[in-house]
């Protein structure tokens, strides 16, 4: 019995995310090797998640949080006192909701 001829099917091309360009590269939004050795100087310095000591955990901290959400580029971008240590589950849920309440047009 002879088999069916196989289809053309194109894969289709991966659709660049529409946010992705008006987000900027991560060195347009500021974190530059400069950053890069502030945050890993903090980290060592704060080596524990903020939030999940608040909760009564011990977490390891992966990232720093800018507290204002501005980034490296805003007006407190470089001062310790915006910062705080975070692990990637924390920073990962403050970023989404940052992002949520930017979306709806709400202050974060």
Request: with cysteine.
């Amino acid at each position: 019995m002879p088999s069916r001829p196989k289809q053309y099917r194109p894969n289709p091309k991966p659709q660049p995310r529409p946010t992705s360009a008006a987000r900027g590269t991560r060195h347009e939004r500021g974190y530059t090797a400069r950053w890069s050795k502030v945050s890993k100087l903090y980290l060592q310095q704060h080596p524990t998640c903020v939030l999940c000591a608040e909760r009564g955990r011990i977490e390891a901290a992966t990232c720093v949080d800018h507290i204002d959400g501005l980034g490296p580029l805003g007006p407190r971008g470089y001062d310790e006192t915006n910062f705080r240590s975070l692990c990637t589950s924390c920073h990962n849920s403050r970023s989404a909701r940052d992002r949520h309440a930017k979306n709806r047009g709400a202050s974060p």
